[in-house]
């Protein structure tokens, strides 16, 4: 069974950069889709990026494009979401996801079956 377990959150003011990281274990990830999903105070949770595993196809969304990057590390499965410029809005919740890859959907919260716990992001003015 897939474990997913992430790291790096903290307190930090807008402006600076933060590095997420997920350890993913359980299964060979090859035809996997990874992601990074966040949920606000208050709000839903929403996606944040995704990629595919077998050859890193990437996918962002617009709020995050340009200043964060999701990358996957095939010698010890793990994830990482490099988060630059951070702004008081990105102050979420930060989810790891996995599921197997069908080419479509990477935006959406069902395509994903296995999710971490979270990592708290939190962004001062």
């Known amino acids: 069974q897939v474990q997913l377990v992430e790291s790096g959150g903290g307190l930090v003011q807008a402006g600076v950069s933060l590095r997420l990281s997920c350890a993913a274990s359980g299964r060979t990830f090859s035809s996997y889709r990874m992601a990074w999903f966040r949920q606000p105070p208050g709000k839903e949770r929403e996606f944040v990026a995704a990629i595919r595993w077998s050859d890193a196809y990437t996918y962002y969304a617009d709020s995050v494009k340009g200043r964060f990057t999701i990358s996957r590390h095939s010698i010890n499965n793990t994830v990482s979401l490099q988060m630059n410029s951070l702004k008081p809005e990105d102050t979420a919740v930060y989810y790891c996801?996995?599921?197997?890859?069908?080419?479509?959907?990477?935006?959406?919260?069902?395509?994903?079956?296995?999710w971490g716990q979270g990592t708290q992001v939190t962004v001062s003015s």
């Open positions: 996801a996995a599921g197997p890859d069908y080419g479509l959907g990477y935006t959406e919260r069902r395509y994903y079956s296995s």
